[in-house]
């Protein structure tokens, strides 16, 4: 990318010309909205904190979805930050899950409401 | 700077100095003076120490005793080795203040030392004094062995050198810094007991009445330095005597004569407890009776008198002598007031108390009456002899568990070992009194045979002064003599007071009466032979033991060891030595012997006019025989009234106890007087309704607006975020799910809107 050019610019071909932007976006909302769904309404820490996983994964495909769309490596660039943040954050949020289930010999979230004004 | 004022001014050169040897001009010298300062911190350093050192001994007592020997020895050698004229001890460079390079724009107050007669005068008598005292302390001190007593000589020490700085410093600034130094250390030993509240209320009560009568010298210092432009009295006095300020106006008719001396005035009567201060000074009796012997008798409340006598050309150069009239009056009737008091309260401690009020009225009263001489005299002559009347008394305190009430103590000089107190305090007494041939004798005829000749011309009625002076003679020598014949002779009878030793161990019969005292002790009046002869050992063995058994053993009284016996005999002998001062011949002066060559010489000399003079004989002629008339009728009166019968009381007393005497029978008929005298005639219930009530009632209304307006906003401002929380607070619920969907739907919301402004 020495020049402002895109990959369209440059003469690259489209991948899969039968599949748009909209499958990719309707892929990654479903996704989201299924994260979303499981975040608001299981109980168990694991499951949730795989629910934001899923809401994580979801916004990198749309990511890299529209990086492909617009010809950028950016998008996909981002993706690949994003998932190593991703596995850190997975290791320590599931330590931090090991560490609450040692103290209440329980995984749900309900157990845990020290915040209360 | 000083020396661009002085050539300022023409008129200087031209006028010609007053006095020959005051006029000429300061030298360096008298450098072994820096010994004073340098031994008394030495040994507070060594007090101080000895504390977290956990010396349990009288060492530090006796460091201090050393330490002070060696000042004075210090001070005497600089007095012998001094000629005439002005010497400065240069030590260093302290404060300067520069604003300006042109005069009056530099305020400079070095640590350098003004060394002429009238501070060797004074200096000789601090020293000595303080070292005679410290080793009276050693002894007197001795149950408080351990931090008591390293407290205690560490604000000794602290004071012979604040007090030696005041005395010896060659500016006003660095006289205010020593007279600062020593109002701090007489609170410190006022408060010495501090588990008294009494104690703690005097101490305070001294403090705050100083720090009035300060403010007045403070102000006299800012406004020394308006008028002359220096602080430094040597420049000072070379103006003064030229009669111009540092601009060359003349200061004789102006408010530089006028303002200056009433201020000074005002600092110098809050040291000295003079007319409207002086309450401080009898509640100061609560402090170890060595202190007030030093602190409150001989040194530091003559550091008023000091003041002026130094500041005596100021006040002599004002032409219708202002100052110095309200200075006399001011005296005469303190001294006349307080010995009233004196006349008729029954502590014997307070008595020499309101007695020293009286006596520094009489030197105030000198000066005033132009007697500068007359009153450094009576200030040397009063440090001695109420020094021994206050050790004295203090060995008696010492010696019954802090009795003082005279009703209460009889025939103290009968009892062994108690021989040397009473003598001591006969002489103190004779002093006082000013039986013809003593010291005070001498040095209270100088004054008032000056008030019979000064004229009316340059104070206001001198001899109504010198009458009511007169007056305070006679009461003074039926007071002195009314604790002299009720506590040391006649029939040998005492209660012990209430020293926390004797609480403690149940030996003090709190709330008997004397006779049933004796009852049941069975001792004291008439069986005081067989008793007495146990005090030597049983004494002993009881004092300072705490493991002292009350149903074995009873109260004895403690008769004084070699240090007390020892400096009270120096004492006396000191005080009835400064009789012959008097008539020690000098080139230097033709009246006052060696203190008026002292005092000639010196800054402070002015010679007194005398006028009266009637058939060849002189108002000093006149006024050794009224004096001794007025002094030896008081001594006669005090025996008719409270001596026993026989020859202690000169033939013409009857008292046969402790309790009473033929004054009891008389007081009634003078009925308000005596009672109001008494109660000191209420003053400081006065200054109590009329000072300490209202500024307590101001103290609380301001405490109200505090509390409500000023804290009542600063709460509010803060009551205001606690309770927008208290609001907010449910909204935090602490479920993970409610965050959660608040989150979702908030961002929800965001894309509506987003949507909605999109399209």
Known sequence: MSDALTLAQQGWPAAFPAVTLAHYLFVSAAMFTVGLIGFLTRRNLIIMFLCTELMFQAAGIALVAFGRYHLDFSGQTFVIFILTVAAAEAAMALALVVLLFRKRETLSADEWTEMKG | ?759
């Open chain 2, 1 to 759: 700077m000083l020396h661009q004022a002085l050539h300022l001014l023409p008129t200087l050169a031209a006028a010609p100095p007053a006095h020959a040897d005051s006029g000429a001009a300061a030298t360096p010298g008298g450098q072994l003076l820096m010994l004073v300062p340098a031994l008394c911190v030495l040994a507070a350093l060594f007090s101080a120490l000895s504390g977290p050192l956990k010396i349990r001994s009288k060492i530090p007592g006796y460091f201090s005793v050393a330490c002070l020997a060696g000042a004075f020895v210090a001070v005497l050698l600089t007095y012998l080795g001094h000629e005439s004229g002005v010497k400065i001890a240069h030590g260093f460079e302290w404060i300067t203040f520069k604003w300006g390079d042109g005069p009056g724009q530099a305020l400079t107050g070095n640590f350098a030392f003004y060394v002429d007669s009238l501070t060797l005068l004074w200096m000789l008598f601090v020293t000595g004094l303080g070292a005679l005292i410290a080793l009276y302390s050693v002894e007197y001190m001795a149950d408080d062995v351990g931090l008591g007593y390293a407290r205690y000589f560490f604000a000794f020490n602290i004071f012979v050198l604040s007090m030696s700085c005041l005395v010896m410093a060659d500016n006003l600034l660095l006289l205010f810094l020593g007279w600062e130094g020593v109002g701090l250390c007489s609170y410190l030993l006022i408060g010495y007991f501090y588990k008294k509240p009494v104690a703690v209320a005097a101490a305070k009560k001294a403090f705050i009445v100083n720090r009035i009568g300060d403010l007045g010298l403070v102000l006299g210092l800012l406004a020394t330095f308006v008028a002359f432009g220096t602080l430094g009295y040597d420049p000072l006095f070379a103006m003064i005597r030229a009669g111009v300020d540092a601009k060359g106006a003349p200061i004789a008719d102006s408010w530089v004569t006028d303002v200056i001396p009433l201020l000074l005035m005002a600092g110098a009567f809050g040291k000295s407890a003079q007319v409207f201060f002086y309450v401080w000074l009898p509640d100061a009796m609560e402090g170890p009776t060595p202190v007030s012997a030093l602190i409150h008798a001989a040194t530091m409340v003559t550091a008023g008198v000091f003041l002026i006598a130094r500041m005596y050309p100021l006040y002599a150069a004002d032409d219708d002598h202002m100052a110095l009239s309200l200075v006399a009056w001011c005296g005469a009737i303190t001294a006349l007031w307080s010995a009233t008091i004196g006349m008729s309260i029954f502590d014997i401690k307070r008595v020499m108390g309101y007695s020293t009020i009286s006596q520094l009225g009489y030197m105030f009263a000198g000066l005033g009456l132009l007697a500068p001489t007359g009153a450094a005299f009576h200030t040397l002559t009063h440090a001695f002899f109420k020094a021994t009347l206050f050790l004295a008394v203090g060995a008696v305190m010492h010696g019954f568990g802090g009795q003082l009430d005279l009703r209460r103590l009889s025939g103290v000089a009968r009892m062994r070992g108690f021989g040397i107190v009473g003598l001591a305090m006969l002489v103190g007494s004779l002093n006082l009194s000013g039986v013809p041939g003593t010291a005070g004798f001498f040095s209270k005829d100088m004054i008032l045979a000056q008030g019979f000749s000064t004229p009316a011309s340059m104070i206001e009625a001198p001899q109504a002064i010198a009458w009511v002076l007169l007056l305070t003679a006679g009461l003074t020598a039926y007071y002195t003599f009314r604790a002299f014949f009720r506590v040391f002779t006649g029939p040998v009878e005492y209660l012990p007071g209430d020293d926390e030793h004797l609480l403690e161990h149940g030996r003090h019969p709190k709330g008997t009466t004397l006779a049933e005292w004796h009852k049941q002790h069975g001792h004291g009046h008439g069986h005081d032979h067989a008793h007495t002869e146990l005090t030597g050992v049983a004494a002993r063995r009881a004092h300072g033991r705490k493991d002292f058994d009350p149903t074995t053993e009873e109260f004895d009284p403690h008769p004084p060891g070699w240090a007390i016996n020892a400096s009270l005999v120096i004492c006396a002998l000191l005080a009835i030595a400064a009789a012959a001062l008097y008539f020690v011949k000098t080139p230097h002066a033709e009246e006052g012997g060696w203190v008026g060559g002292m005092i000639e010489r010196s800054s402070a000399a002015f010679h007194s006019p005398h006028e009266f003079n009637l058939l060849g004989i002189t108002s000093h002629s006149a006024m050794y025989l009224v004096s001794a008339l007025v002094g030896l009728t008081g001594i006669a009166v005090a025996a008719f009234l409270h001596a026993p019968k026989g020859w202690q009381g000169l033939f013409l007393g009857s008292r046969d106890t402790a309790a009473t005497s033929r004054a009891d029978a008389l007081t009634p008929r003078l009925g308000r007087v005596a009672r109001w005298a008494r109660a000191k005639w209420y003053v400081d219930e006065l200054y109590d309704w009329f000072l300490v009530k209202p500024l307590r009632g101001i103290a609380y209304v301001s405490s109200w607006i505090d509390k409500l307006l000023v804290d009542g906003l600063v709460d509010a401002a803060g009551a205001l975020p606690a309770r927008v929380g208290r609001v907010l607070r449910p909204s935090q619920s602490g479920v993970l799910h409610g965050y959660a969907a608040g989150m979702a739907g908030g961002v929800a919301l965001v894309l509506l809107l987003v949507l909605i402004v999109l399209n």
